[in-house]
């Protein structure tokens, strides 16, 4: 596990592990973020079976304004099969994402100047493609935040004490997730329950033919209640089909995002029931 330590504790073992001063230069995030600067070893060390054989070389975009930690990180992903690029700041990853996004983004949520400037890079990715599976990785663990990162849209959010096989885990997790929407399912994943529509193959839902713009997460998590009308469904079973490890209150979480979009175009939406005390279940609507 990654170890929050002083910013001098975290100085010597860097020191120490390099065999010379350079971890003293190390930034006062790098040193909360623990052993990252021994990152690319951790993540070596991770068992086979995380190891992640990347498609037509996944790019995936780091956001992090402390240096240690980006490029460290970035190492351990290409070494991991990745192509990886890193910013230091909101506006330049913006600036290189209007020309072409990347397969996934891995955002701090504090860059530079601009406490909240990983939460704004998150909307506007967000905006402009509710497919790109959007991971936030930052020290600040209050529930706020986690909360505040999921309703701007990320489909996960983790804190900098993270193990690194875990946080890979997280990654390969997003992008099977992307993948299975890719693949050819035929007529079965054109998924009808009364006014709801899915197709899975184009990754596209709709309800009375309006369409509705969800994330991936958002997508399987919806996909798991309709495949069974009336079956209550409790919050580990909707993880286990989603693909998805956070807690209770992170799941009910997404139910409220899912449902603010279907009522976006119908205020008397009330296809998604709380069971209370057991879970939720889809209700066929006409």
């Not at 099977?176 to 009808?192: N, Y």
């Not at 209640?225 to 409790?234: F, Q, S, T």
């Amino acid at each position: 596990m990654l170890r929050w330590v002083s910013q001098r504790a975290a100085a010597g073992v860097i020191a120490r592990r390099r065999g010379g001063s350079r971890g003293a230069a190390i930034g006062p995030k790098a040193a909360q973020f623990g052993h990252s600067a021994d990152i690319g070893g951790a993540l070596r060390s991770a068992p086979g079976s995380l190891r992640y054989i990347a498609r037509m070389s996944r790019r995936i975009a780091i956001v992090e304004d402390e240096p240690a930690i980006r490029d460290n990180l970035r190492d351990a992903l290409v070494r991991h099969g990745f192509e990886v690029q890193g910013f230091g700041d909101r506006r330049d990853a913006q600036t290189a994402f209007a020309s072409r996004l990347p397969d996934m983004a891995i955002i701090d949520v504090g860059l530079g100047d601009e406490p909240d400037g990983g939460f704004e890079l998150c909307r506007w990715l967000r905006e402009r493609a509710s497919v790109l599976p959007i991971l936030m990785l930052s020290a600040r663990d209050s529930e706020i935040d986690i909360v505040s990162g999921l309703r701007l849209g990320a489909d996960d959010y983790l804190t900098k004490n993270v193990s690194l096989p875990h946080l890979l885990a997280r990654v390969t997790a997003l992008f099977r997730r992307v993948d299975a929407l890719a693949q050819p399912q035929g007529a079965a994943e054109q998924l009808v329950r009364g006014a709801l529509r899915l197709d899975v193959p184009r990754f596209e839902a709709s309800w009375r033919d309006h369409p509705i713009e969800l994330t991936v997460t958002e997508f399987w998590m919806l996909h798991a209640l309709a495949r069974h009308p009336g079956h209550v469904k409790d919050r580990d079973a909707l993880m286990r089909e989603a693909n998805l490890m956070v807690d209770d209150q992170t799941v009910t979480s997404y139910v409220k995002r899912i449902r603010r979009k279907f009522e976006v175009v119908d205020p008397a939406f009330d296809a998604i029931e709380t069971v209370y005390g057991l879970g939720y279940r889809f209700v066929e609507r006409g």
